[in-house]
């Protein structure tokens, strides 16, 4: 057991840290998403550069080849001194690599560089309004029709489809195979007649995602990943991949959440003290800091484990399923701690942080829902982690 | 970077599981349960021969010289397997003499321990106070060259079959104390649980000679303490996943509505938060444990977390898998109960979970309460 960085690793992390610090393009703009995603490609162009984008690709694609464990110390350094997010975040996380498992010698040629440029903002056609937590109940139909497929249907959840130029799309290519069976993974292009996107807006006001509607879009056979049939599992290493990226990112993001929750503590005027003072809100900053800490020694524990065995277990879901539960717990607590003041929102003459922390309480609303709800996690850690029987 | 055990470390692991699951059955934890000392020597001799009381204590002093990592690993499976048992307040004790005694102390009585040959505990809370942390009332009184002894102290762990006593004073220090002195008295204490004994221990007028007296102020065994604190947790970790363990194997068997009880949510949620929890808490103590032998800068907030998650977890999971059991959980007859009562009496010693999510607290504010940066 050595839970201390090796003087390789530290090394490693030195250089990502110096180099973040460099080259940090400071805050995001705050004005619209447009500008946001202006930003955000001229930072990945940045970390495409200097080879920091698809850290975790085989360098024969494009990318660093960095082990588990630089990955873990990148995403939590970028994390920790808020970098911003690279504009193409699907595309790395997801597309990429599962071109690069699943995809021919054609579509690796094609489709990874402009990935990592971001000169290609890729989106996920998964859920459906009638498939969420189900997925693989979805409608979404492709016909085959000569060396075409004539897809028809609905997406919905999908984030940034208003910038992508490609959509990773699970949709039925055979309605009589068993459920998991008749699904076929296509790269989807945007940029075509019968494709809309119309945004959604959620609750705290902004637009990050999008409803597809598709009408006999064509897609060609050559943009089929993984074969005709095995979607599900094509889709599933997407989600693995999905769900082992995002960890460290996400504890080091709890981490400066919690510093900012300890500042607001310390400094909120509450019955002749500071509310840090005051027994009850304090036991419950510390359980966070607690919790944040057991949620950090369980990633590195999981780290360890499938760098032995190569591939992330479902454990990780107990990761995605705390991260949830904490994420929101601070925010309460931030709002708890401001009292009175709780309702004032961004742009409030008098809120608190300008209204970071209410943003932060509507927007974490999301984080158990988002990427597998918590209450399917609890179905996976019992039927995967604990061998419990299947409902269904 | 690598968060797991060493082969040497799985091997200790392996050998306390196989040894402990051979020992101690149900009837026979019940039989110990029942009997005065609530333990067997013969088991005493053979876990000294397997090296246990001396196993984080230095080899200089007969030690086996392996860390507290080693120590959460052996304790883990002594709340597994609930063993009844004076090797948690040996070993306490036998860290606090090798932290604090001198060498003629450690010859004279931590070498015994460290072979098996003695057992101590610590008298540490004074009757009628909160029994927190460095609130002893019981002053060593100067009397010629040395000091004597008078107070109550109560909470004593396995007093009665400890051969002497660490006795903290309202100065901080620490006296070593014959269970046998002239003075001394001993009452058993009826705990909650079965399978570890609580006494209260009376000084009256007990001299203590300057020989018997350990050096060292009280924040000198606050790192004894904090080891300590990892050591109960690790144990408390053993309860939630062997009780853990016993409702995933019930909510498999047990039928209702024609199907096994773990294919409803209502009660696989239940048992996917009993996992979380468990895990969490063994994360939380060998990331202690860890800091304690290669980092102790961090050693009390990482001890701190794990002994405040840790005394939670010890009596929730077997909680939680009472109720999962249902009416059969409440029985006297199933084990159930006997974890769930050890878990919360742990959960109360050394420092609950409110005391030392108080130390949290004070130790991460401590950056936030600096003057504000402008």
Known sequence: MDLSLSPSEREFRDEVRTWLEENHPGPEPEAGLDEVMAFRREWQG??????????????????????????????????????????????????????????????????LEPILTSEEI???????????????????????????????????????????????????????????????????DMEQPGVQVRPLVQITGEGEFNEIFMEEVRIPDANVVGGVGNGWSVAITTLMNERAGLAFGAIS????????????????????????????LRQRLAQLHVEAETMRLNAYRGLTKTMQSGIPGPEGSLGKWQWADINQRIAELALDIEGAYAPLDRGAEHAVANGAWQYAFLRSRANSIEGGTTDILKNIIAERVLGLPRLR | MYFDLTDEQQAIKSTAREFLA???????????????SGFEQSDW?????????????????????????????????????????PLLSTTVAGLALAAQGTDEQRERW???????????????????TAATIGDFETEARADGE??????????????????????ATSDGSRHLVERGADGVSISPERSIDLTRRLHSVRFDGVRVTPEATLNGAQADYLPVFWRACVAIAAESTGIAQRTLEMAVEYAKDRKQFGRPIGAYQAVSHRCAQMLLETEN??????????????????????????????????????????????????TWEHDLHLFLKRGKANAATFGDARWHRDRVADLVLAEASLPAPV
């Not at chain 1, 021919?104 to 094609?110: G, L, M, P, S």
């Not at chain 2, 107070?151 to 006593?165: C, I, Q, R, S, Y």
């Open chain 2, 45 to 85: 001799e053979e876990m000294a021969e397997l090296g246990w009381p001396g196993l984080a204590l230095p080899e200089e002093w007969g030690g086996q010289g392996l860390g507290i990592v080693e120590l959460a690993v052996l304790f883990e499976e002594m709340g597994y397997a609930l063993a009844p048992s």
């Open chain 1, 46 to 111: 940045k970390l495409h550069e200097a080879g920091w984008a698809g850290i975790s690709w085989p360098e024969e694609y494009g990318g660093r080849g960095a082990t588990l464990i630089e990955q873990a110390i990148f995403v939590g350094e970028a994390a920790r001194q808020e970098a911003p997010s690279p504009a193409n975040v699907l595309g790395l996380a997801m597309g990429g690599p599962v071109v690069i498992a699943h995809g021919t010698d054609e579509q690796k040629q094609r489709y």
């Open chain 2, 110 to 128: 931590l070498r015994p321990l460290a072979a098996g040959q003695a057992r101590s505990t610590l008298a540490l809370f004074d009757a009628g």
């Open chain 2, 146 to 167: 040395g000091v004597v002894l008078d107070g109550e102290k109560v909470l004593v762990m396995d007093a009665a079959t400890a051969d002497f006593f660490l006795v």
């Open chain 1, 253 to 280: 993001q709890i981490s400066n959440s919690l510093k900012r929750l300890n500042q607001l503590a310390s400094e909120t005027r509450l019955n002749g003290g500071v509310a840090a003072e005051d027994p009850f």
């Open chain 2, 22 to 36: 051979a020992r101690y059955k149900s009837e026979r934890i019940r039989e110990l349960a029942r009997s005065e």
């Open chain 1, 122 to 188: 890729w989106c996920q056609g998964f859920s459906e309004p009638e498939s969420g937590s189900d997925l693989a109940s979805l409608k979404t139909k492709a016909v085959k029709d000569g060396d075409e497929w004539v897809v028809t249907g609905q997406k919905v959840w999908t984030t940034f489809a208003q910038y992508a130029k490609w959509c990773m799309l699970v949709a039925r290519t055979d309605p009589d195979a068993p459920k998991h069976q008749g699904l076929t993974y296509f790269l989807m």
């Open chain 2, 281 to 330: 808490s063994r994360s939380a103590v060998y990331g202690a444990a860890w800091a304690a032998d290669a980092e102790p800068e961090s050693l009390p907030l990482a001890a701190a977390m794990a002994k405040a998650y840790a005394s939670d977890v010890g009596w929730r999971v077997p909680d939680a898998s009472i109720q999962v059991h249902g009416g059969i959980g409440f």
